[in-house]
C-alpha cells in the first residue's frame, strides 16, 4: 500500500466550478501536509502546506487536514484556467531524513 | 533570480552508455534531492543529501550514483543506464527548516 494515495482524475469542471482534490495517507506519524502545483513541462511548485489537523485557506484555495481519518483535501473556489494543472499532495513527518512522500498526482482542466 | 537548473532538458541515451544529469541551486539550499516522476507513480525520491559530503538513498536507489562535493551542486549519475530508467526527472533543494522544496524544470530521459 502507497503511503499517500491520490485520484489520478483527470478532473474536467467548467470555469467557476468549485473543486475538491483529495489524497488519504497512512502513516499516522506525517505531521506536514503540503499540496504542489505542476504545469505541463514544468518542475512542482509549493502551493500550500499545513501543520496537523485543520484549515488553511489563501486566496481561493483552502488546504484541509482530517488526521483522524487521515484525509486531505484542497478546495479551489471560482476555478479559472489558469487552474488547470496536475495537482500532487504530499506529507512527511519532523525528522524524517527522507523528506516528502507524494500522492501520484490529480490532473485538472478547468474548461473557459 | 532564486532557482534550480537541471541540464540538460531532455537526453535520449543508448543502454550502458553512462550518463550525468547536473543539479545546480542558488539559494544556499542545504537539502538537495532526486526524483523519478512516472504516469500513475508519482514521484519517487531516488536519492538526498542533507549537506556537503552527506548523501543516503531514497525510495528508488537501484541504478543510480550521486555525489555533493559543494554545496550549490548534486549530480546524478547514471552508470549503465537501462530502458527502466526512461522517465522525467526532477532535481529539488529547501533550507533547513523550511517545508517547501524548490524544483528544478526537470529532465526528460530516454534511454534505447
Known amino acids: 500500500q502507497k503511503e499517500v494515495e491520490q485520484d489520478p482524475g483527470p478532473l474536467s469542471v467548467p470555469e467557476g466550478a468549485i473543486v475538491s482534490l483529495n489524497c488519504t495517507y497512512s502513516?499516522?506519524?506525517?505531521?506536514?501536509f503540503m499540496w504542489y502545483r505542476q504545469y505541463s513541462r514544468k518542475g512542482p511548485e509549493l502551493l500550500m502546506y499545513?501543520?496537523?489537523?485543520g484549515n488553511k485557506e489563501d486566496g481561493r484555495f483552502t488546504a484541509q487536514v482530517d488526521k483522524s481519518s487521515k484525509y486531505i483535501s484542497l478546495f479551489i473556489r471560482d476555478s479559472q484556467p489558469s487552474d488547470s494543472a496536475t495537482y500532487l499532495c504530499?506529507?512527511?513527518?519532523?525528522?524524517?531524513?527522507?523528506?516528502?512522500?507524494f500522492g501520484s498526482g490529480t490532473q485538472l482542466t478547468v474548461l473557459p | 533570480e532564486a532557482q534550480v537548473t537541471q541540464n540538460p532538458r531532455y537526453l535520449i541515451t543508448v543502454t550502458g552508455k553512462k550518463l550525468t544529469v547536473t543539479c545546480s541551486q542558488n539559494m544556499n539550499h542545504e537539502y538537495m534531492s532526486w526524483y523519478r516522476q512516472d504516469p500513475g507513480l508519482g514521484l519517487r525520491q531516488i536519492y538526498y543529501?542533507?549537506?556537503?559530503?552527506?548523501?543516503d538513498k531514497g525510495d528508488v536507489p537501484e541504478g543510480y550514483k550521486v555525489s555533493r562535493k559543494e554545496k550549490r551542486n548534486f549530480p546524478l549519475i547514471l552508470e549503465s543506464p537501462s530502458p527502466n530508467q526512461t522517465s522525467l526527472y526532477f532535481c529539488a533543494s529547501r533550507l533547513t527548516g523550511s517545508y517547501g522544496y524548490t524544483f528544478g524544470s526537470g529532465t526528460r530521459l530516454t534511454v534505447v
Open positions: 543529501s542533507m549537506n556537503v559530503e552527506v548523501t
Open positions: 499545513t501543520y496537523s489537523s
Open positions: 502513516n499516522s506519524a506525517f505531521q506536514y
Open positions: 504530499a506529507s512527511y513527518f519532523s525528522g524524517s531524513a527522507r523528506q516528502l512522500t
